[in-house]
């Protein structure tokens, strides 16, 4: 069994405020005498589920190509949070074991805002959540928001607490339908040169 756990990438598709959205331009078409469909492709980087590359928020950052990409595939855990907006804190996570885990996939609300729609209202990480995981060695933290930070931070603390401790991340996740507890992920950042992100398709299988 695999759980899609990627949002679709549509015309439709709403990025972030002000970014670019998704669409597809014909180059060649076989119903006009080509032998083949050829499509020009133009969206952000961030468009639907999408991982940052560290050069997003930092300008000695890694662009896509340099990410490690053994921190985007193996063992994951999916905990879902009530909380509905603000900073999440390691209280939001009392209702369950985090030790032992190596990647953290946090399902909240937001997973049921279809891709159409912009969720106004996130839970987001904090600092103190980040430190925590990576004193217990965690690789990558995931969630459904389509953001690590307050969408009106200009500073970006967890973006950058993240590289600090050598975290990964992975935004704007799907998690509706999945049950809570550990899964193989998989969900790997295109190799893009001088890109600031790149869209991922991240699927979960389970470990039995």
Same mark, same amino acid.
């Given at each position: 069994?695999?759980?899609?756990?990627?949002?679709?990438?549509?015309?439709?598709?709403?990025?972030?405020?002000?970014?670019?959205?998704?669409?597809? !331009?014909? @180059?060649?078409?076989? !119903?006009?005498? /080509?032998? @083949?469909?050829?499509?020009?492709?133009?969206?952000? =980087?961030?468009?639907?589920?999408? /991982?940052?590359?560290?050069?997003?928020? %930092? &300008?000695?950052? !890694?662009?896509?190509?340099?990410?490690?990409?053994?921190?985007?595939? *193996?063992?994951?855990?999916?905990?879902?949070? $009530?909380?509905? %907006?603000?900073?999440?804190?390691?209280?939001?996570?009392?209702?369950?074991?985090?030790? *032992?885990? #190596?990647?953290?996939?946090?399902?909240?609300?937001?997973?049921?805002?279809?891709? #159409?729609?912009?969720? %106004? !209202?996130?839970?987001?990480?904090? @600092? $103190?959540?980040?430190?925590?995981?990576?004193?217990? &060695?965690?690789? +990558?933290?995931?969630?459904?928001?389509?953001?690590?930070? &307050?969408?009106?931070?200009?500073?970006?603390?967890?973006?950058? /607490?993240?590289?600090?401790?050598?975290?990964?991340?992975? %935004?704007?996740?799907?998690?509706?339908? @999945?049950?809570?507890?550990?899964?193989?992920?998989?969900? +790997?950042?295109?190799?893009?040169?001088? /890109? =600031?992100?790149?869209?991922?398709?991240?699927?979960?299988?389970?470990?039995?």
């Amino acid at each position: 069994m695999i759980y899609d756990i990627t949002r679709t990438v549509s015309p439709q598709t709403h990025p972030w405020p002000g970014d670019t959205a998704y669409s597809v !331009e014909p @180059v060649v078409k076989i !119903e006009n005498g /080509a032998s @083949v469909n050829l499509m020009t492709m133009t969206t952000t =980087c961030h468009i639907g589920t999408h /991982a940052d590359a560290y050069y997003h928020y %930092e &300008d000695d950052g !890694e662009h896509p190509a340099q990410m490690p990409l053994e921190k985007y595939i *193996g063992r994951a855990r999916v905990v879902t949070v $009530e909380k509905r %907006e603000g900073a999440l804190t390691v209280d939001d996570f009392a209702h369950a074991d985090l030790t *032992g885990g #190596e990647r953290l996939l946090i399902h909240s609300h937001v997973s049921d805002v279809p891709d #159409e729609q912009w969720a %106004e !209202e996130i839970p987001y990480l904090s @600092v $103190e959540l980040i430190e925590h995981l990576a004193k217990l &060695d965690y690789k +990558l933290i995931g969630l459904d928001s389509p953001s690590v930070d &307050d969408y009106n931070s200009k500073d970006l603390p967890s973006h950058h /607490a993240l590289r600090k401790h050598g975290l990964v991340n992975l %935004e704007h996740l799907q998690l509706s339908g @999945v049950p809570d507890g550990d899964y193989e992920l998989i969900a +790997l950042p295109l190799k893009l040169d001088l /890109a =600031c992100g790149s869209p991922v398709r991240a699927i979960l299988r389970p470990l039995s």
